[in-house]
């Protein structure tokens, strides 16, 4: 009986094993749990340095600007004749001059001559009411055209119409381009101012008043 009762019980306990295994999964594969999405961490905006804008440059003002009909003045020296207070003969001396697109260079130098020079042993040899109404240059030939009021105010006589037109002549041929110089009393041509010097032709440079 004990013989019997053995076997039974091993195989009951086999049996009872048997039981306590989960039974097997014969349902076809299940997919794969989704893996979390893993989002990126929030990312705090860069500290950027603003560039700031280069302040604006200055505009100039219109008023300021040159007008086109704004005169251009030049100075340069020039050599100019006055008479020596003797009366004996015509000294050289310089000034500056200016001038500009309405006053040329010619017409300034000759300007000079009519102010009173400053040098002690000078004098002025124009008449006080004289006045030149233009000086011209074409070519080599410089006109110098007189206002009539010289004919009625010259006393200077033959030595004061001779360094006077010799003062002229001297300082306009100081120019290189100029090589002779004819007279005009009101734009028309005269013989002379007051009867001692022949001013029909043009003249040129009189170096023996500089002597």
């Known amino acids: 009986m004990k013989k019997f009762l053995v076997p039974a019980m091993l195989a009951l306990l086999l049996f009872t094993a048997g039981c306590d295994k989960p039974p097997a999964d014969d349902s076809p594969d299940k997919p794969a749990p989704a893996k979390p999405v893993q989002t990126k961490p929030e990312t705090k905006p860069e500290n950027k340095t603003e560039t700031k804008p280069a302040p ?22 020039v050599k100019i004749y006055f008479p020596d207070d003797s009366g004996m003969r015509l000294v050289e001396v310089e000034r500056e001059i200016l001038f500009d697109d309405s006053t040329d260079k010619y017409t300034a130098a000759v300007g000079a001559l009519m ?47 001779e360094f006077l037109i010799g003062s002229i002549v001297d300082t306009l041929t100081n120019f290189p381009e100029v090589k002779r110089v004819k007279f005009l009393v ?3 041509k005269v013989e002379t101012l007051s009867g001692h010097m022949d001013l029909s032709v043009p003249l040129e440079r009189m170096n023996d008043l500089l002597k």
């Open 56 to 77: 604006a440059q200055p505009v100039k003002s219109v008023e300021n600007l040159p007008s086109k009909d704004e005169k251009t003045e030049q100075a340069i020296n």
């Open 115 to 161: 102010e009173e020079p400053y040098e002690d042993n000078l004098t002025r040899i124009f008449p006080k009411n004289a006045a030149i109404k233009s000086v011209t240059v074409s070519g080599e030939l410089a006109t110098v055209d007189f206002d009539g009021s010289i004919l009625k105010g010259f006393v200077g006589g033959s030595t004061g119409e």
């Open 186 to 188: 009101d734009g028309k």
